[in-house]
């Protein structure tokens, strides 16, 4: 294979590579063999007929546009490594085929090539970064929340509260004729907690166990279902049980009963303390985005439409792979939304530019500021990661290549120089 001629353009490159018929030769019989048991030539038995009758019969280059397609992906790899600053992406096409009296082959191939990327600033970018505080109502909030989970549930043989749970029957109408959906058996129903439309939850207080009432409600205008959007109808409802919670009182025995202390105060510096990690480390994800937006706003890079196309491709990939995993598809999940697979993939389009544009910055800070990967920093890696998954640290490697892995540290490193390098500045405040 011999490449003839390459014309780069800004961000595409038109390679012309000439094959030989010596090179020709092996993947035209390997078609001819593969082909030949569906070929049926007069005066033959099906599939016994000899490769230079059929070429006869059909023509003499009948098998090479099969045999260029068998060739290719050797042909693009080969003469693409011979090139010296052609690194192709996305999906290659062949613009034209040429076969010559001699076999003699000569294809063009289009590519889109690797953007090239000239940084602006990246170092002592300003963000705003807000200080971490943590309030006495949130530390309530959360030891609430704590009262609420071990909180114990009884059976009350009383009228039903806001707050209690009513195990209910109940079927709606409209018109005096049921409507699909509208109803269920045994349905523990928290009151109060605006599960259901308005004016329901309201009129179930109240009742008590083995109590029947017709409920007159109204369905928002807004509701999905347009047959009810703003109808009035009447639920039939029968209270089976009223369940009253009983939250513990927020005592020393309560402390222990949730924690590892023995006094409240011992309960709420923990608390604090861990609202303040969770906080601090959202402000600091939100900081280092800033900044990273910053210095992708920064660079300049023409990039090609089909490396948005790939990394597109892979977050469905992504995405179909955890949905199977939940026993759905994204077909299932296209249609559910209201969509198909198209609309899926405008919602998913600005995510996958940013990343590529993202990766693009990062990698060229790791080559502007030379950052290495030691074989030390991978082999830690892979522990943390086998560690992670709970998986064998050889299993992770046959999973994660070591270039793989290096590549995705390099982007981590650049990204962790962005950010240390950064300024934290004061929020500004709106003006009233």
Known sequence: ???????????????????????????????????????????????????????????????????????????????????????????????????????????????????????????????????????????????????KNIASVTTVDRPAENGDTAVIDFEGFKDGVAFEGGKGEKYDLKLGSGSFIPGFEEQVVGMSAGEEKDLEVTFPADYHAAELAGAAVIFKVKVHEVKQTVVPEKDDEFVKDVSEFDTMDELRADVENKIKTEKEAGINRAFENAVIDQAVNNMTAEIPASMIDDELDRQLERMDYELRAQGASL??????????????????????????????????????????????????????????????????????????????????????????????????????
Do not use: W
């Open 1 to 147: 294979m011999n490449v003839k001629n390459v014309e780069k353009q800004t961000n595409r490159a038109v390679i012309t590579v000439e094959i030989t018929p010596a090179e020709m030769e092996p993947a035209v019989n390997k078609v001819y063999l593969k082909v030949r048991k569906n070929v049926m030539i007069p005066g033959f038995r099906k599939g016994k007929a000899p490769r230079k009758v059929i070429e006869a019969a059909y023509g003499k280059h009948v098998f090479f546009e099969d045999a260029i397609e068998e060739l290719f992906p050797e042909l693009y790899t080969s003469c693409v490594a011979s090139q010296e600053g052609i690194k192709p992406v996305g999906k290659p096409a062949v613009s034209n085929i040429d076969i010559a009296e001699d076999n003699t082959v000569t294809i063009t191939v289009e590519t889109d090539l690797y953007p090239e990327v000239t940084l602006g600033q990246y170092k002592a970018l300003e963000a705003p970064k807000a200080e971490v505080t943590v309030s006495a109502e949130e530390i309530d909030a959360e030891i609430d929340r704590m009262a």
């Open 331 to 432: 077909e299932a999940y296209a249609q559910m939304m209201g969509g198909d697979l198209n609309a899926i993939k405008n919602t998913l389009r600005p995510g996958a530019e940013k990343s590529v544009k993202t990766n693009l910055m990062l990698e060229a800070v790791a080559k502007a500021e030379n950052i290495e990967i030691t074989e030390e920093e991978c082999e830690e890696e892979y522990q943390k990661l086998a560690e992670s998954y709970r998986m064998d640290v050889e299993n992770v490697k046959e999973l994660l290549s070591v270039d793989g892995l290096k590549s995705d540290l390099q982007l981590r490193k650049a990204a962790k120089l962005i950010t240390e390098s950064a300024v934290a500045v004061e929020e500004k405040k709106e003006e009233e």
